[in-house]
Structure formats: structure tokens, C-alpha cells
């Protein structure tokens, strides 16, 4: 039997080193006793040193490796070094979703690919004191596995502007001025106490909607091991008992059909607007827009939602079309998604009061489900005729940043059909002296039930205004 003996928890460059030396000794699987810890040497005097041959294996393998070696459980390196013997002579072996070890290896990569997106999630980040310009901010977080280093990329990329730790029993990730240092050894709980706890509860208890309450799905992703570290946790009690009360006051106070009626009626009155001309100023424009029936939206709608701000504002948001609330309200993102906007704008810095808000297409487009006015979502022809309204907007305040929230946004802006995903996050020039930046619809993060994946996305929006505070501040 050979012993041997990786340092520390032992990580893929280690083991694969000693995995290829043993190979091309031709050691047995069998005969290898795989250990981690300290102090004893890296292997056994029995193995020859590391690189001694180059093993192929398929790419996968690598990927596959990679994960499995952040987990904890200790037969993770023999494991590998069966399934590394065996690839030599069954190139196909990871395909056989039923071999036992490539079962194994499947099961530790999943649950370690799990910890990970589970640390995007719900890591969560205190302030400290600021030490030099660049704001500081600690978090504690338990994951199960080895995972810090793995993860820990994710938020460099993600919070490159501030200086953070994240300390686990597992390790620690320390980014400082833009580097990012990762150390193994175990960290203890620090006392972490931020002076805006109080408004990330808000949030949260904000965001949360009781009409939607599915408890075993809300555990299953956001299992109760989680709880004593998220602060929000502490809301899921009150939220839930509530819930059925507050859903009751909704349907009772649900009087958009008459309200939508009588609006109808007294648009039906009004005389027509003068049409706009190039001379307009912003209130005139918004006047001529009460009349708009450039598109058959107006027709459902009970009346225009056009933007508004600030007539210079240097920050113009754009998002899709008014919801239920707004076409009521008259005003642009007053519901649900609105409230969703205006968390990440105080987030980020942003006084919703110096900004312009305003949607691609002014109608509220929607089907009737009974009483319930279903969003729909506009197609090509209605957006393409609404731009003309929201380019006469764009040249009248003229903004230095345009952000726009959601595809349909992006299309009116721009006319580019592409993949959000692939403009997301970054500045793109729109004109001379005007730069867009494109991100998720807030309603985008109100319809993701997986509260894992609400928390992560919520961040990346939280993250996309803050570089529109940025870009302003600039
Ligand atoms: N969604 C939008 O795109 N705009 C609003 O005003 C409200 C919801």
C-alpha cells in the first residue's frame, strides 16, 4: 500500500500532480492510501516526482476534477484516481451515467456546484469602517465544502470596486484594492454589525410577496441550515403568518375594473391634443401623448403613462411598458416592480426624485382573466410605434446615461434584437456624449422563485445601478 499525504485539504494542482506520478508508475488504485494534512510531505518517498508523465483524459475530466476535489468527503482522491486509471482505456467512461463511479464523482460535483451557487446566493456582506477611499465590507458564511477559492472569482467580479472579505469555517477569500487572496486555513466567526441592517429588512420584507408564499419550494432552496446567517430569515415567521390577511386585503381592495371605467369615460371626453411638433417642451409632449392612438394599445389602456423627472436629468431608466398599478396611477413604475426599482436606486445612491423614469411603450397592454389584468408583453409593431415618443424624450432631457431595463427597453433604444445577457452590465455608447447601460426588468426578479437565484440576480441589479452611480459620479 502506498500512503499519500496532500497538504492542507489538498486541491486539484496537488492531486493531480501525484495522481500522474502515480500512473506512470503504473500504480493499482487499490494500493493507494490517499490522506490530507500537514507536515508529512507532499507523498510517500514511493511515488516519483510530480510530472513524471502526462496523463490524457478528456476535457470533462478536468471540470469534473476540479469540482470533486472541493469535497469534503475524504474518498474524493482515491475516487479520482480510479476514474483517472480507468479513462486510460475507456475514453467514453464519463458517458456511462450508470457506472458507480461516475455516479459518485457526479453526485460530489453536484452537491459541490450547489454549496457554490449557494454562497452567491446568500452571502451577505456587513460594512466596516472605511480604512482609505474604497468602502470595506466583511461577510461570515458556512459552506459545506471547499468551495471558498472556487467561488470567491465570482465576487471579485462582481464587487471589483469595494475591498471585502468573506471568512467560512473553510477558508477565507481576501480582495484588497483588487487583489484577491484565498487561504485554506479556517477563520473564526468575527462580531459583524452593519448600521443599514434595518433597511436591508425593509427590503426584504418589501420584495416579498404574500400572494406567492410556497413554503416547501422557499425551504428547498433555501434551506434552514442557511437561516442563522441571513439576516432576512429572521422576516420568514412574520411574512408567512401574515401572509394570508395581507392576500385577503389585496382581493378586496382589487377595484381596478370600476376605477379603469370611470377613467375610460372621462378620456373619452377630453378633447384631442394638439399633435407634437420638434418645438415641443416636455410638458407639451406629455400632453400630446394623452391622445396617443398611434398603436391599438390605447384602446385597453386607461390612459398614457408618460415619464417622468427631473427635464434634465442626467439619468434616464427605460423600462418596458406601464403594469396594472401604473396604468391606474398614471405614473411610471409605482407597483411592485417599481418597488424593486426604487430599493436597488437607494442602493446604489440614487435619489429616484433626480432621475427620469419612463417606459418604451406608454399603454398598458394586458388581457382580461376575469377581473385580473394580465401583463403582456408588447410586440414589435407597438414598440416601434411608441419610439417616437421616447426618442423625443431622450432628445428633450437629454440624459449622459440611458439605462435600459429589460429587452424590450434595450429593442426601443436601440433596435437590437440580441440577447440581454450578451450587453448586460457595461456602457455602450447610444450618441455622442451619451452612454447606455443595459440590465434585467426589476419584474424579471419578482417572477425567479427560486429565492437563491432571487438574492444572486437581485445583487447583479443592485451592481448594474451602482455603475450607473458610478458612471454619473464620474
Ligand atoms: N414595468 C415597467 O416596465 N414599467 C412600469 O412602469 C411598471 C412596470
Not at 508508475?25 to 507523498?43: S, T
Request: aromatic fraction near 6%.
Amino acid at each position: 500500500m502506498q500512503t499519500v499525504v496532500l497538504k492542507g485539504r489538498g486541491d486539484l494542482a496537488e492531486w493531480r500532480d501525484a495522481a500522474r506520478a502515480l500512473l506512470a508508475d503504473g500504480v493499482d488504485p487499490a494500493a493507494v492510501d490517499w490522506r490530507c494534512g500537514d507536515g508529512a510531505g507532499l507523498f510517500g518517498a514511493a511515488v516519483p516526482p510530480a510530472g513524471a508523465a502526462g496523463a490524457s483524459v478528456p476535457r470533462g475530466f478536468i471540470e469534473l476534477a476540479a469540482a470533486v476535489v472541493c469535497h469534503r468527503d475524504p474518498g474524493r482522491f482515491a475516487l479520482l484516481y480510479r476514474l483517472l486509471v480507468r479513462l486510460q482505456g475507456q475514453r467514453a467512461l464519463l458517458d456511462l451515467a450508470t457506472d458507480p463511479d461516475v455516479v459518485a464523482a457526479r453526485r460530489l460535483e453536484k452537491a459541490v456546484r450547489r454549496d457554490s451557487h449557494k454562497m452567491k446566493a446568500f452571502v451577505r456582506f456587513n460594512e466596516l469602517p472605511a480604512a482609505g477611499p474604497r468602502r470595506r465590507f466583511a461577510a461570515w458564511f458556512e459552506p459545506d465544502h471547499h468551495i471558498v477559492a472556487r467561488t470567491a472569482p465570482f465576487f471579485a467580479r462582481r464587487f471589483a470596486d469595494m475591498d471585502w472579505m468573506i471568512l467560512t469555517p473553510q477558508g477565507s477569500a481576501v480582495f484588497t484594492d483588487g487583489a484577491l487572496a484565498v487561504t485554506d486555513e479556517p477563520a473564526a466567526r468575527p462580531d459583524l454589525a452593519d448600521p443599514t441592517a434595518a433597511l436591508w429588512l425593509t427590503y426584504y420584507a418589501s420584495i416579498f410577496n404574500p400572494a406567492r408564499v410556497k413554503v416547501k419550494a422557499m425551504q428547498a432552496e433555501m434551506p434552514k441550515k442557511y437561516w442563522k446567517n441571513l439576516p432576512e430569515a429572521g422576516l420568514i415567521a412574520d411574512l408567512l403568518a401574515q401572509a394570508p390577511a395581507r392576500v385577503a386585503a389585496m382581493a378586496t381592495s382589487e377595484a381596478a375594473p370600476a376605477f379603469h371605467a370611470r377613467l375610460q369615460a372621462r378620456r373619452a371626453e377630453a378633447p384631442a391634443p394638439p399633435p407634437p411638433s420638434s418645438a415641443d417642451t416636455l410638458a407639451s409632449l406629455r400632453a400630446a401623448a394623452r391622445g396617443c392612438t398611434r398603436c391599438p394599445l390605447h384602446g385597453q389602456a386607461t390612459q398614457t403613462v408618460f415619464g417622468e423627472g427631473p427635464p434634465r436629468a442626467a439619468l434616464m431608466i427605460v423600462g418596458e411598458q406601464p403594469g396594472d398599478r401604473e396604468d391606474l396611477a398614471g405614473r411610471p413604475f409605482v407597483g411592485p416592480a417599481g418597488q424593486v426599482l426604487d430599493a436597488a436606486l437607494a442602493a446604489a445612491g440614487i435619489d429616484r426624485a433626480g432621475i427620469y423614469v419612463t417606459n418604451a411603450v406608454k399603454h398598458f397592454k394586458h388581457e382580461l382573466r376575469g377581473r385580473r389584468r394580465l401583463h403582456r408583453t408588447p410586440d414589435m409593431p407597438e414598440v416601434e410605434q411608441c419610439r417616437w415618443w421616447l426618442a423625443r424624450e431622450i432628445a428633450l432631457v437629454a440624459p449622459r446615461l440611458v439605462v435600459a431595463m429589460g429587452a424590450t427597453a434595450l429593442l426601443a433604444l436601440t433596435g437590437d434584437r440580441g440577447r440581454l445577457a450578451d450587453r448586460r452590465g457595461r456602457l455602450l455608447p447610444l450618441a455622442p456624449g451619451r452612454d447606455l447601460l443595459v440590465t434585467v426588468h426589476p419584474s424579471y426578479l419578482l417572477r425567479l422563485p427560486d429565492p437563491a437565484a432571487r438574492a444572486a440576480e437581485t445583487a447583479a441589479f443592485h451592481a448594474d445601478l451602482a455603475l450607473a452611480a458610478a458612471t454619473l459620479a464620474a
